[in-house]
């Protein structure tokens, strides 16, 4: 251990305030070490390393990922883009989903190990997605193997269930799965508007023929600066088809994909939730096309992914925490 | 009782380690003066306010929500003798995630609103007040509230942040949150505000001020004022405790910009206490 580094964070760190900030400068990946070792031995906190400084916080901090309620850390969820081509073309689609989308499905087999991983990191629960997942035609292998490990919900336009898919569909397990089906307004016109002539008809077909099989069946809606009033006939519509709560979900566009308007998300604006395609491990499902959101190239191995994740979130929580309590009213 | 009292004693609420040095700071600068001063230090504004009340301390560093109290509770006798010239420009923002189409308070109606701990004048009071006077009330929206830190009036800007993070988390479309800790994210560099746009802020109204009973001899206010409103910038001493303190110049207090938040803490009932 430097002896000239340790006295210079023993004067640093000791004139520094409890509960600010000081940077302290350093040499090499090795002095980065030497700096992390001594903050973990003195009960200070490294915040941030820097190309030729270490930002250290004066004194232990409460995790922040710990004060997450359990269901919104890194992790508790997993997301998989099982492929990226889709039989619609929304004018917002988040990761530019279309019939000429290439379609990067993930490997069957990768498609297990993953799975088996999940397991074995502590992941709670499923969200597979796409794309239209249902064109995938092993996508019912896929959910029972999914659904016999982990609670499982799948993202669907219920527009693709005919002929052998259907009786694909019909097998699949009723218990641990969930049909999230997407359905944009009330009537027609918003619907059709962005995701194509027809397709609101045929999605609340689909909505019946999942609800009619006895699977359950959650609606999501993605609204946009034209929604106006829609969510509260589409509430109605709700009642109507006898949906709970946690049936029902509301959420704006983001401005990702294809979209020219909607949210602005980024890594430090999102809580992440694992996502995971044919291309790596992404920060968000909602932005799983934007190379700046994209995390590693492989998920393996995915403990490891999703504790970088994790590391990731509270570095940039204890600075937000450090920041926001500089408020000087003494 | 402050007259028999060699030294003026302020009161100071110890939201954070960080206000020794300060309060340290200024009791060295006042040494050599006319009138010397020490301090004590609080673990809530409102233990503060019954000691000024009671005589403990000559002077009180008051939040605006304090000073609103303490003339309420001292029959408007209580004065409001300086001040930081940046608690006259203090604001609340309603911060959205950009592309969420809200722009002015009206757009609010329907959305699920994030406001701060009760006792923060900037993070909850005067937004629910801004809100209905603008014809919003906690009817027409959802009030996603955060409690954090109550005592010490939002100083920690931990309800702010806890608020901000409510938007970030898609528990809220907007937070109202202190232009000194929107300030405080902005200059630091996060990342997060990146995503963030103040879709609505208010006039600007008054923070802090240092408050004394009318028991306190004048001549002694006066001096100890004039001394403090001598504190130079381009002296590295005294402007490294400007700094500490968040301003660059002590102002005499104006009591015009406490009248949004008197009108805010009289209609929602809590002028007196809660």
């Known amino acids: 251990m430097s002896f000239a580094l340790v006295s210079r964070l023993i004067e640093q760190v000791g004139a520094t305030p409890a509960g600010s900030t000081c940077l302290v400068s350093v040499d090499g990946p090795g002095e980065v070490e030497v700096v992390a070792t001594w903050c973990d031995s003195t009960g200070n906190v490294v915040l941030a390393v820097h190309a030729d400084a270490v930002e250290i916080h004066r004194g232990r901090v409460a995790d922040p990922i710990a004060a997450l309620p359990e269901d919104r850390r890194p992790g508790y969820r997993l997301w998989i883009y099982t492929n990226f081509h889709c039989n619609l073309a929304c004018d917002y689609c988040c990761v530019a989903s279309s019939p000429r989308a290439v379609p990067r499905v993930i490997p069957v087999d990768e498609f297990g190990e993953l799975i088996d991983e999940a397991v074995e990191a502590g992941v709670r629960e499923l969200y597979l997605t796409g794309g239209e997942p249902f064109l995938v035609l092993d996508l019912d292998e896929r959910l029972t193997l999914a659904t016999s490990r982990l609670p499982t919900t799948v993202l669907t336009n219920a527009m693709v269930w005919t002929g052998e898919r259907r009786r694909r569909l019909e097998r699949l397990p009723r218990e641990g799965l969930t049909m999230q089906i997407s359905l944009d307004s009330a009537d027609p016109d918003l619907h059709d508007r962005h995701r194509g002539d027809g397709s609101h008809a045929k999605a609340l077909a689909g909505i019946h023929v999942a609800l009619d099989l006895g699977f359950n069946v959650r609606v999501a809606a993605t609204m946009g600066s034209d929604a106006g009033t829609e969510e509260e006939k589409l509430v109605a519509l709700f009642d109507e088809l006898g949906l709970r709560d946690d049936q029902r979900v509301v959420r704006r566009v983001a401005r990702q994909g294809v979209a020219n308007a909607g949210l602005s998300v980024s890594r430090a604006s999102l809580l992440p939730e694992v996502c995971v395609t044919a291309d790596g491990v992404w920060w968000h499902p909602v932005a799983a096309a934007d190379p700046a959101m994209k995390v590693r190239d492989s998920w393996r191995p995915l403990r490891a992914t999703i504790d970088e994740m994790t590391d990731e979130l509270r570095a940039h929580r204890l600075r937000g925490d450090v920041l926001a309590s500089t408020f000087p009213c003494a | ?274």
């Not at chain 2, 001096?223 to 500490?244: F, G, K, N, Y």
């Open chain 2, 1 to 274: 009782m402050s007259e028999a009292r060699d030294e003026l004693v302020v009161g100071a609420v110890a939201y954070s380690a960080n206000v020794v040095p300060i309060w340290e700071g200024i009791r060295d600068y006042f040494r050599d003066s006319a009138e010397p001063m020490d301090f004590v230090l609080y673990s809530n504004y409102e233990r503060q306010v019954d000691a000024l009340l009671a005589g403990h301390i000559d002077l009180a560093w008051n939040t605006n929500v304090a000073w609103v109290r303490t003339l309420r509770k001292s029959g408007g006798t209580a004065r409001a003798l300086a001040t930081r010239d940046t608690d006259q420009t203090f604001q609340t923002f309603m911060i959205g995630r950009k592309g969420g189409g809200l722009e002015g308070l009206p757009s609010l109606a329907g959305t699920r609103v994030a406001l701060g701990s009760r006792d923060s004048g900037q993070a909850r009071i005067l937004p629910l007040w801004f809100l209905e006077r603008d014809g919003i009330t906690p009817k027409d929206v959802e009030l996603v509230i955060f409690d954090s830190d109550v005592g010490k009036h939002g100083d920690t800007g931990r309800s702010d942040l806890d608020a901000l993070r409510a938007v970030t988390e898609d528990e809220a479309d907007v937070a109202a949150v202190g232009s000194n800790t929107w300030g405080a994210l902005l200059a630091g560099g996060d990342a997060a505000t990146a995503d963030l746009e103040v879709v609505w802020e208010s006039e600007h109204y008054n923070h802090c001020n240092f408050s004394a009973l009318d028991t306190l001899d004048e001549d002694r206010a006066e001096a100890w004022v004039s001394h403090l409103l001598a504190m130079d910038w381009d002296d590295p001493d005294q402007r490294r405790i400007l700094e500490l303190e968040g301003l660059r110049q002590w102002k005499r207090a104006e009591l015009e910009g406490y009248a949004s938040l008197t009108a805010a803490m009289e209609s929602q009932g809590i002028a007196d206490g809660w």
